[in-house]
């Protein structure tokens, strides 16, 4: 649960930026705690959600964010719509495109129709609250027959900022992409830094586009080992940090658990009060290394979507890496290399030409990856596309509310999303 201060902190912030926004009820939720009646990220005013609480908490993650919607959609005067994850958001927009006839019965007939994953004593508890609202309905009909560009402020005239939990690394795809279409004009403000599951920052800046965090020193212990790390590297202490220069962080979340090397990097963006504010920089725990050239997430998903960007029309919509180790000897006989799935709008095939591009990007981004392979110890990428919902499926398998690792290790998972491979 995050420190009171932190919540009062937010809530603060929030309605100076947003005066409307902590309106009764007027916040709705759309984010997934299995397994257990979900507080929202611990606020003290409970109140503010239209959500009920027990949504949240379904076995099935398809199954919570349908269900939340389905509240959203009741509110017509929402302030506010928060998500944990950006990827949650997307996928419970996805569920509109798909779903908005059914949707729009259900909010007319005022009931809440059985579907997998929703257990019947938790659908009865729920349909309680409902009674119907044909013209709500209605209303959500004429606009998702006019499409979805624009759609969220369309269907809550009134909503004035979409908070996500985490909108950084692979987050940002999800962010960019609802920017350009479900969520035009609306901006995103991301509250909090959390690491290895404790908070140690919150965003004091909610209208500027690239988050910022005031790191408070009594929430958890921090140290920072400066990058590029020296051959004997020495931790320095908040009151140290230089600003303009890029640290990997080292957590002591509570008092009596291990000191840990969180895998973060952060960069002092400055000063508030004598405390560091901090940018996200990238995951050092997320890396792809086959030959010891240790190409990190953040920086894979740059070269990635400057490919993207050659194919015309098409849109990331989500990706993972792959080690070729992991696939044994389905990857064939040839060096090792990368095996990359991607998700993409607009774009149905890729021609062999268009594949290379990605390899082609890496080999221009990064030197020793070229190296590599004008060698042959590294062999040729390899390029899968998936089917449509393959990621939301593959978020429902993990099993976990914490965003998806996008440098897969886990051959249970691999194997699902070799499962929805189309080219």
């Keep these: 649960p995050l420190p009171m201060q932190g919540s009062l902190l937010y809530l603060d912030t929030l309605r100076a930026a947003f005066p409307q926004a902590l309106a009764p009820r007027g916040t709705a939720l759309l984010s997934w705690a299995p397994g257990r009646p979900y507080a929202p990220a611990g606020w003290p005013l409970p109140t503010l ?144 830094y959390q690491a290895a599951g404790a908070l140690l920052g919150v965003n004091l800046w909610p209208e500027e586009p690239v988050p910022r965090f005031l790191l408070c020193p009594d929430w958890a212990f921090c140290e920072f080992l400066p990058c590029p790390a020296k051959e004997e590297p020495r931790t320095v202490l908040l009151g140290e940090l230089w600003e303009g220069r890029e640290y990997e962080l080292v957590l002591t979340a509570r008092p009596g658990e291990y000191r840990c090397r969180a895998g973060e990097v952060l960069r002092v963006a400055g000063f508030h009060k004598q405390c560091p504010v901090v940018e996200h920089v990238r995951r050092e725990s997320q890396a792809l290394s086959v030959r010891g050239e240790s190409i990190t997430e953040e920086r894979f998903c740059r070269s990635l979507c400057r490919a993207v960007g050659m194919w015309p029309g098409a849109r990331l919509v989500d990706y993972i890496c792959v080690e070729s180790a992991l696939l044994g000897a389905s990857s064939g006989a040839s060096a090792p290399h990368y095996e990359v799935f991607v998700e993409l709008r607009g774009l149905r095939d890729l021609s062999e030409g268009q594949r290379y591009k990605l390899d082609q990007c890496l080999q221009e981004d990064f030197p020793i990856y070229k190296s590599f392979r004008f060698k042959g110890s590294i062999g040729p990428l390899r390029l899968h596309l998936v089917g449509a919902g393959a990621f939301a499926r593959l978020r429902e398998a993990l099993g976990s509310p914490l965003p998806m690792p996008r440098v897969l290790q886990e051959e249970r998972l691999l194997q699902l999303i070799q499962s929805t491979v189309v080219s």
């Design 49 to 192: 959600y239209c959500t009920p609480s027990e949504a949240g908490a379904l076995p099935s993650r398809a199954a919570a964010l349908r269900v939340q919607l389905f509240f959203a959609l009741r509110a017509r005067a929402l302030r506010v719509l928060e998500a944990g994850l950006a990827a949650e958001l997307h996928d419970a927009l996805a569920a509109l495109h798909t779903g908005w006839p059914g949707l729009a019965q259900d909010l007319a007939l005022g009931r809440l129709s059985p579907q997998p994953g929703l257990p019947e004593d938790v659908r009865g508890r729920l349909q309680a609250l409902l009674a119907p609202d044909t013209v709500r309905a209605a209303e959500l009909q004429a606009e998702c027959a006019r499409g979805f560009e624009g759609i969220v402020q369309r269907l809550w005239p009134q909503l004035e900022v979409l908070v996500v939990g985490t909108a950084h690394g692979a987050e940002q795809l999800y962010c960019d992409a609802l920017r350009q279409a479900d969520c035009k004009g609306l901006p995103f403000y991301c509250p909090f």
